[in-house]
């Protein structure tokens, strides 16, 4: 049944004066756990969090409802949206929206803020880096499954890198958007997941133009770390840097990326005394200016 069907229905939205709009999901778009029944995302001008969904009995079936909150989405756009949010904001039916608030609202999501991308560049591409060392490292001793599990992990860190490095944000269905926007990433993977050679040749072709692009965009990537190291202008330890709220807070990576910046001389070592301890010398890091 379509829309239409659920006109009645619809209307008690429609009359709600905390409704904002309503998003209808179309049948051709599965994301969990709406695969089979109607399902429509109702946004309400409210300033708390709606993750529950709600399955409403009418007299022709059961329709599903997620609420989200005005509030939940605009936090969103600033720190990053749920991927299934955003898949259906993107392609849902619009069948109610106040003050063009869903219209604009798209909009915004190919404008990504400047501070949100920096951030996110940085986590990928820690968790990108982190993903090929454990892969090469499960190659060399000869873990090839493993491997190819963590090349998979490192790959998607890769497409969320792109799809933030273009002012977008990261869909349910993150291949089909990263075609579009790296059709050579793509490749990539379609490579790695349907060709029909041996599974380790097939992860060491891979390894090979992922090292490049680490190589290439690390100074790119690591802005945002660099930012918060220059906060302060003496040496950062590599916990007080793994525990700071604005790394922890976006799962950065820190301890193996801050070893491959030392070695592009992006940020230098020193050594720091332990309070209370002259025998004892721990290591600190600043950006190098």
């Given at each position: 049944m379509g829309i239409e069907a659920h006109k009645q229905f619809l209307q008690t939205w429609q009359s709600r004066q905390d409704v904002q709009a309503v998003v209808a999901l179309p049948e051709h778009i599965k994301i969990p756990p709406f695969h089979e029944k109607a399902a429509y995302l109702v946004v309400v001008n409210s300033s708390e969090d709606h993750p529950a969904v709600r399955q409403l009995l009418?007299?022709?079936?059961?329709?599903?409802?997620?609420?989200?909150?005005?509030?939940?989405?605009?936090?969103?756009?600033?720190?990053?949206?749920?991927?299934?949010?955003?898949?259906?904001?993107?392609?849902?039916?619009?069948?109610?929206?106040?003050?063009?608030?869903?219209?604009?609202?798209?909009?915004?999501?190919?404008?990504?803020?400047?501070?949100?991308?920096?951030?996110?560049?940085?986590?990928?591409?820690?968790?990108?880096?982190?993903?090929?060392?454990?892969?090469?490292?499960?190659?060399?001793?000869?873990?090839?499954?493993?491997?190819?599990?963590?090349?998979?992990?490192?790959?998607?860190?890769?497409?969320?890198?792109?799809?933030?490095?273009?002012?977008?944000?990261p869909e349910y269905a993150i291949w089909k958007q990263v075609k579009q926007l790296d059709p050579s990433l793509y490749k990539l993977y379609e490579e790695l997941t349907l060709n029909h050679e041996e599974l380790e040749k097939r992860v060491e072709l891979i390894l090979l133009p992922m090292e490049f692009f680490l190589s290439s965009r690390m100074k790119e990537s690591v802005r945002y770390l660099i930012e918060v190291m220059e906060t302060r202008r003496g040496p950062w330890k590599l916990y007080e840097l793994a525990e700071h709220a604005s790394i922890a807070k976006y799962g950065i990576e820190t301890s193996l990326l801050i070893e491959k910046m030392v070695q592009r001389s992006l940020v230098q070592?020193?050594?720091?005394?332990?309070?209370?301890?002259?025998?004892s010398r721990e290591i600190g890091y600043f950006p190098v200016k």
């Open positions: 009418t007299k022709e079936e059961v329709i599903l409802e997620q609420q989200v909150s005005v509030w939940e989405l605009e936090k969103g756009i600033i720190h990053g949206l749920d991927e299934n949010l955003v898949t259906w904001i993107q392609h849902g039916e619009v069948v109610w929206d106040k003050d063009n608030y869903i219209v604009r609202l798209k909009q915004r999501l190919h404008r990504a803020p400047e501070s949100l991308r920096k951030r996110m560049l940085c986590r990928e591409y820690s968790r990108l880096l982190h993903a090929f060392q454990a892969t090469r490292d499960f190659l060399q001793e000869g873990m090839i499954l493993d491997a190819y599990h963590a090349l998979l992990k490192a790959l998607y860190a890769w497409a969320k890198w792109i799809v933030y490095h273009a002012g977008e944000q070592e020193t050594v720091c005394s332990l309070s209370g301890d002259q025998q």
